[in-house]
Every structure is written in structure tokens, then in C-alpha cells.
């Protein structure tokens, strides 16, 4: 079965450490979405992409980036992690751009820095 | 001002209650309105989305949008203890799918 996963499901880093979460999809979906999700603030968008070499800013992206060199991963990097990312981060990946398409999210990952 | 309010609960119910979960909006540019469902340490998935004004039925679940308010609802009707999560309300223009999400509404429905 298609699916996207995500690692590591936990992570504990110290401060100033670059970190890189992983997101991996088989349903070779163009669209792929980073989120944060902080308590009181929902989900909010990171970084998205809509195909190989295509990268894009979302609402909070200081501090992170991503590539795309294929269609299946989309990796999430913390240049030089800080106490306030400390959070959850869900991937998630749709057909296309549409409105009507789904996205399908990762089952996240616990990140703690200290 | 968040572009999407939702009401953080947590609201418990006893089982068969019916369960009301609303978002406020500014931004009337949305047209596509989404209710995702999160169980707890898991991602959201999709339970249903509407476009523009108007009502859609699912089973149990009744989305509603009133675009002159800028109010969507999503009703739950004889809650089960299996639909205790957070309710993650989201919302589109029609220029892609890239989503503004409430802050999650957390239900507990007690058998």
C-alpha cells in the first residue's frame, strides 16, 4: 500500500546542532507540505514543494529549509536548531495543487531541542 | 488576529450527544473548507471538505459554511467514544491547496 512515513519519530538535539527530518511518500504525489504543529497555533506551514527541484517559503520558515531532488522525499532541515523548534513536524504530500485534493499526512515527528 | 479561530476545548460529551465544533474567519477569499480529524500522536486525515456556502452530509458527520458569516460548523450526531480527537478545521482559495488551519478543537465523548 501507498503511504508516507516520516523519521525519526523522536528526536532530542541540543541547541545550535543541525538537524534533517526525513519524509518519504510512495504515492508519487508532486505536492509535498511541511507543517509545525504548537499547541494554541494549529498547523502551520513550513515549506512546501510542487515537483522535483521546486521548493517554496510557508508562514514560518526562518530556521528551516528543504530540497527536492526526486519525487518520493521531501527532507526538512534545521540549519542551527533552537529551543523555540522545539515542536511536532508533519509531512504531507497531494496529487496536485487543486483545492479539492487531499493531503495526506505523515505520522510526525516528535522533535526536543535543548 | 489568526486568520482562523477555533474554540481549543477541550468539550466533552456523554455518548450520543450531538457535537457542534466551529471556525471563525477573516479572509474571504477561502472558498474550500476542510475538517480534519487527529487522533492523539497521529496525523490529521481528511473527514470532509465543502465548497463555498452550503451543507454536505457524511454519515454521521454535517458539514456547514455560511460565507456571509464567515462561520463554518462541523456536527457530529450520535458521538461515539471512537470519535474522541481534535478537530482541525482548514480552509482554501481556489488557487491551490495550500491550507490555513484552525488551531484544533479537542473532543472527548465519554461512553
Known amino acids: 500500500d501507498a503511504e508516507i512515513t516520516q523519521s525519526p519519530r523522536h528526536k532530542i538535539t541540543e541547541t545550535g546542532r543541525q538537524v534533517t527530518l526525513a519524509c518519504h511518500q510512495t504515492?508519487?504525489?508532486?505536492?509535498m507540505f511541511w507543517y509545525r504543529q504548537d499547541l494554541g497555533h494549529g498547523l502551520r506551514l513550513i515549506h512546501y514543494s510542487y515537483g522535483v527541484q521546486d521548493t517554496n517559503k510557508g508562514e514560518v520558515s526562518d530556521g528551516y529549509s528543504v530540497s527536492r531532488s526526486n519525487t518520493e522525499d521531501l527532507p526538512l532541515t534545521l540549519e542551527s536548531a533552537a529551543s523555540s523548534q522545539t515542536s511536532v513536524y508533519f509531512c504531507?504530500?497531494?496529487?496536485?495543487?487543486?483545492?479539492?485534493?487531499?493531503?495526506?499526512f505523515g505520522p510526525g515527528t516528535r522533535l526536543t531541542v535543548l | 488576529q489568526k486568520e482562523v479561530e477555533q474554540d481549543p476545548g477541550p468539550l466533552s460529551v456523554p455518548e450520543g450527544a450531538i457535537v457542534s465544533l466551529n471556525c471563525t474567519y477573516s479572509n474571504s477569499a477561502f472558498q474550500y473548507f476542510m475538517w480534519y480529524r487527529q487522533y492523539s500522536r497521529k496525523g490529521p486525515e481528511l473527514l470532509m471538505y465543502t465548497y463555498s456556502s452550503g451543507n454536505k452530509e457524511d454519515g454521521r458527520f454535517t458539514a456547514q459554511v455560511d460565507k456571509s458569516s464567515k462561520y463554518i460548523s462541523l456536527f457530529i450526531r450520535d458521538s461515539q467514544p471512537s470519535d474522541s480527537a481534535t478537530y482541525l478545521c482548514?480552509?482554501?482559495?481556489?488557487?491551490?491547496?495550500?491550507?490555513?488551519f484552525g488551531g484544533g478543537t479537542r473532543l472527548m465523548v465519554k461512553p
Open positions: 482548514a480552509m482554501t482559495n481556489n488557487a491551490g491547496n495550500m491550507l490555513t
Open positions: 504515492w508519487n504525489h508532486n505536492n
Open positions: 504531507a504530500s497531494s496529487p496536485s495543487g487543486r483545492p479539492t485534493d487531499t493531503q495526506y
